[in-house]
C-alpha cells in the first residue's frame, strides 16, 4: 500500500519524538521537512498533518511533565491561549487569503509554499542563535519567574500568528520567550512548551480538517511511532543539565534552518 519514503519516514518520524521528549520543541521542524522532502506530500497538506502529529506527541509529553511536576499552568493559560487563538484564526482565515503565487518583482515570483518554508527558516535561524547565547548574569542569578498578564499575552498572540502560518507548534519560538522572557528553568520551559504546542497544534488541526482529505494511516502511523521516541528523549533530557540542554536546543534548530534554507533556494 505504501512506498519506501513512508517507511523511512516512518523511521524518521522517531527523531521527531525524541526531539520532542529531549528539548520539548523541533516537532514541526522535523516533520514538515520530512512530510514534504520524504514521503512527497505538497507542503500545505504536510503543515496539517504535522499539527495533528505534533500535537498528539506533544499531549502525551505534557501528561509525563505534569506528573514530573515541570509545567507552570499559570504561564500555559496567560501565553498559551492567546496564541492558540492566533493559530486558529491564522489557518482558518489567514491561510486561504494568501494568493498560490506571490510576486516579488516584474520577473520574479514565488509559490506560497516555498515563501512559507522559507518564511520557516528565517525564524529559526533567529530563535537559534538567541539559545546559544551564554545568557546574562542576571538571568542565572534570579529564579524569579515572570508571570505577569500583558506581555505573555501579546507574546502569545505574535508566536501563534507566525506557528499558524507555518502549521508548526512553534516550540522553537515558545522555548526562547520562556527561558529568556519568563525566566523559566530549560525543564519547566520544555514541560510547558509541549502543553502549550499540544493544545495549540491539536485545536489548529480542527480548522484544517474541512479544508484537507486526511490520510488517517499514515497520520496515525507517524504520531504512534513519534510518541515511542518522546519516551527515548524524555529518559534522555533527565540526563543532561539544563545549560547544555538550551545549546543542543539551538544548534540543532540552526543546523534545521539552514537545511529548509538550502533546499528551498537550492
Given at each position: 500500500m505504501h512506498d519506501i519514503h513512508f517507511y523511512i519516514g516512518l523511521i524518521l518520524a522517531l527523531f521527531i519524538g525524541i526531539t520532542l521528549g529531549l528539548v520539548g520543541s523541533g516537532g514541526s521542524i522535523l516533520t514538515v521537512p520530512i512530510l514534504v522532502y520524504v514521503v512527497g506530500i505538497d507542503p500545505l497538506i504536510a503543515t496539517a498533518y504535522s499539527l495533528f502529529i505534533v500535537g498528539s506527541t506533544s499531549a502525551v509529553g505534557s501528561i509525563r511533565n505534569t506528573l514530573d511536576k515541570n509545567v507552570n499552568f499559570k504561564i500555559v493559560l496567560l501565553f498559551g491561549i492567546p496564541s492558540l487563538l492566533a493559530v486558529f484564526f491564522t489557518r482558518s482565515q489567514l491561510l486561504p487569503l494568501l494568493p498560490?503565487?506571490?510576486?516579488?518583482?516584474?520577473?520574479?515570483?514565488?509559490?506560497?509554499?516555498?515563501?512559507?518554508?522559507?518564511?520557516?527558516?528565517?525564524?529559526?535561524?533567529?530563535?537559534?542563535?538567541?539559545?546559544?547565547?551564554?545568557?546574562?548574569?542576571?538571568?542565572?542569578?534570579?529564579?524569579?519567574?515572570?508571570?505577569?498578564?500583558?506581555?505573555?499575552?501579546?507574546?502569545?498572540l505574535l508566536i501563534g500568528t507566525v506557528s499558524g502560518l507555518v502549521g508548526a507548534g512553534g516550540g522553537f519560538l515558545i522555548i526562547p520567550v520562556l527561558v529568556f522572557f519568563a525566566n523559566l528553568p530549560m525543564k519547566q520551559a520544555i514541560g510547558t512548551s509541549l502543553t502549550i504546542i499540544a493544545i495549540q497544534c491539536l485545536?489548529?488541526?480542527?480548522?484544517?480538517?474541512?479544508?484537507?482529505?486526511?490520510?488517517?494511516?499514515?497520520?496515525?502511523?507517524?504520531?504512534?511511532?513519534?510518541?515511542?521516541?518522546?519516551?527515548?528523549?524524555?529518559?534522555?533530557?533527565?540526563r543532561i543539565i539544563d545549560g547544555n540542554l538550551r545549546k543542543i536546543f539551538g544548534w540543532f534548530i540552526l543546523i534545521m534552518s539552514l537545511y529548509i534554507m538550502f533546499k528551498e533556494l537550492f
Open positions: 498560490d503565487a506571490i510576486t516579488l518583482s516584474n520577473n520574479v515570483s514565488i509559490s506560497k509554499s516555498k515563501l512559507i518554508m522559507i518564511v520557516f527558516s528565517i525564524v529559526m535561524f533567529a530563535a537559534s542563535s538567541k539559545m546559544i547565547k551564554k545568557p546574562r548574569q542576571k538571568n542565572l542569578a534570579s529564579n524569579q519567574i515572570v508571570t505577569s498578564a500583558t506581555p505573555l499575552i501579546t507574546q502569545g485545536i489548529g488541526f480542527t480548522g484544517d480538517l474541512s479544508q484537507h482529505t486526511i490520510d488517517w494511516t499514515l497520520v496515525l502511523s507517524f504520531s504512534a511511532v513519534s510518541i515511542v521516541g518522546l519516551f527515548i528523549g524524555n529518559r534522555l533530557s533527565k
